[in-house]
């Protein structure tokens, strides 16, 4: 998850998890969601195989297992929890040295702590076995009272600072489109430190999104708006307020202003006419109409190119050499509402003053759309939208390894190893590489898709992949703000007057 970046405290606690042993036998690390506990106990298992044996638990139906990734040089051992210590040590009672059972994810363990602990603490002398163990979980597992009567050793692992925030994002932009990284505002840093609590992996979404959506749009910093689109697109709130110093500036400002502030102050006494300094007059420039604006095809396919991090010129823009790129472009007739329930960034075929216009919908919401123009971004109306366009749609989207647009039972052995590994990395729990359809895969389709709002049915077909490859920043999101359920485009023709070429249709070029 952190890539080639490496984190002080997550560090600091993989030496103490490996070399300095603790007082008792329970211990308890907790923290935020995402914010790297299970990156960290993945990566010490790997370093410190011999002496770490690493369970996540999990839902199996409506029973809690242990699933194992290296137990025994078996993939994917699982263990149902009540029998879990006869099982596990009975095959460690021959160790010599001393080991350490962490268990990720622990929280599912809450109703059975009680049961689970009482086991460990009389199962452990009996056998006479050296064993310590380590639960893994959110801060909820803290307030356990049958942790608490335990005594164990409590570490919390905190989100990073605003400086580890800014250094992690820069590295995970490697991961994104090529192009010139972008510079974060600090004070666009301070409140993605604020908003995820240190989950990293929304933070690498974050971006990989801005660097995707810098690139395409030509810029190395991000805008106000830029910002908010970054924060939309990862579901995330983002409101831009002067800070306390800025508005006492302003007070400040307003107190001091002297003479040459006469014009907006009407002073108790008659200004000397030497006082009274003419200004030139400033003629503000008319904003840009998009109705002035030409896109053909090719400028609008290079752009949807740019969202997925291709630098394809104009000429070589075409639908057919999507293929290259291991895409699947489509074109067709479709309403907006189904459109934007991909997610995906499309073309949209617009007949403007009765010449076609060609732009790439970035952001959707119910009363106006965001759409790429040669490299720059204009907000029009959703009226305006609606009533210009021609209903026709081009979009790519990332198939299956096999080209397929869903993987199921009967999918080749590296589609499935590609799902399975894909999917763990979402999730962060182990992966399997036996290119087998199992059990447990179906429970980790299910459980992405009930946290992508997917249906979840356990077969991942061409919403599931899309989904997916945007969770792990290799796709570009589009920013779906329809409020669910309602059919705008017929709600806002019937709200609106059908006069369409008002000036407030299409508002003003808003940034490159």
């Keep these: 998850m952190s890539g080639s970046y490496e984190f002080t405290q997550p560090g600091l606690i993989s030496e103490w998890v490996v ?7 329970v211990a308890v690390l907790f923290g935020n969601k995402g914010v790297g506990k299970s990156t960290l106990i993945n990566k010490l298992s790997k370093t410190k195989s011999d002496a770490l044996l690493v369970f996540t638990a999990i839902h ?5 297992h242990l699933i194992s990734a290296r137990e025994h040089e078996k993939e994917h051992v699982t263990y149902a929890h009540d029998h879990f210590w006869l099982d596990i040590l009975s095959l460690i009672k021959d160790k010599t040295s001393e080991s350490l059972i962490v268990i990720d994810n622990a929280d599912l363990l809450a ?3 009680d049961i689970f602990l009482q086991s460990f603490t009389q199962l452990v002398p009996a056998m006479g076995v050296s064993v310590k163990l380590l639960l893994v979980g959110s801060v909820k597992l803290k307030s356990a009272k049958q942790l608490s009567q335990r005594l164990p050793l409590y570490i919390c692992l905190v989100p990073p600072s605003e400086r580890e925030c800014n250094e992690f994002m820069n590295a995970m932009q490697s991961e994104g489109p090529s192009g010139e990284d972008v510079v974060f505002r600090p004070g666009f840093v301070r409140h993605v430190c604020l908003a995820t609590k240190g989950n990293l992996r929304v933070m690498k979404r974050i971006a990989v999104i801005a660097k995707q959506l810098a690139v395409a749009e030509h810029s190395t910093k991000l805008s106000s708006r830029q910002e908010r689109l970054v924060m ?3 579901g995330l709130p983002y409101k831009s307020r002067p800070s306390a110093l800025l508005l006492i500036t302003y007070a400040v400002l307003a107190l001091a202003i002297g003479w040459g502030g006469a014009d907006m102050i009407t002073l108790p006494l008659p200004t000397p006419q030497w006082l009274n300094v003419s200004k030139p007059t400033v003629k503000e420039a008319e904003p840009p109409k998009i109705t002035s604006v030409t896109s053909n095809v090719h400028d609008a396919m290079q752009q949807l190119y740019a969202t997925w991090g291709y630098d394809v010129s104009a000429g070589e823009a075409w639908c057919e050499q999507a293929d290259r790129a291991n895409l699947v472009c489509e074109s067709g007739n479709e309403t907006v509402s189904n459109l934007a329930s991909n997610g995906l960034p499309w073309i949209a ?7 076609p216009l060609y732009a790439v919908v970035m952001r959707v919401s119910d009363t106006d759309i965001d759409l790429l123009i040669n490299k ?4 029009v109306n959703r009226h305006w939208f609606d009533t210009h366009s021609e209903g026709h749609y081009t979009m790519m989207w990332p198939p299956a ?3 397929k647009n869903r993987v199921t039972h009967k999918s080749d052995a590296e589609s499935i190893i590609w799902l399975d590994a894909m999917l763990s990395r979402a999730l962060g729990v182990p992966a399997d590489e036996s290119g087998d359809w199992t059990a ?3 429970e980790k389709v299910k459980l992405f898709q009930r946290n992508e709002k997917l249906q979840a049915d356990g077969v991942p077909g061409k919403n599931t992949l899309i989904r997916l490859r945007q969770a792990l920043g290799e796709a570009p999101r589009l920013v779906n703000e329809m409020t669910p359920g309602t059919d705008l485009s017929e709600w806002l023709t019937a709200q609106l007057p059908l006069n369409t070429d008002m000036p407030g249709d299409a508002s003003k070029e808003k940034a490159k």
């Design 60 to 64: 199996l139906g409506d029973n809690i």
């Design 440 to 442: 447990m895969l179906t």
């Design 401 to 403: 390894p096999d080209g």
């Design 349 to 355: 075929r617009l007949s403007v003053d009765k010449h």
């Design 111 to 113: 109703g059975h702590l």
């Design 19 to 25: 070399n300095a042993p603790w007082s008792g036998e």
């Design 232 to 234: 939309a697109a990862v």
């Design 376 to 379: 720059k971004t204009w907000t």
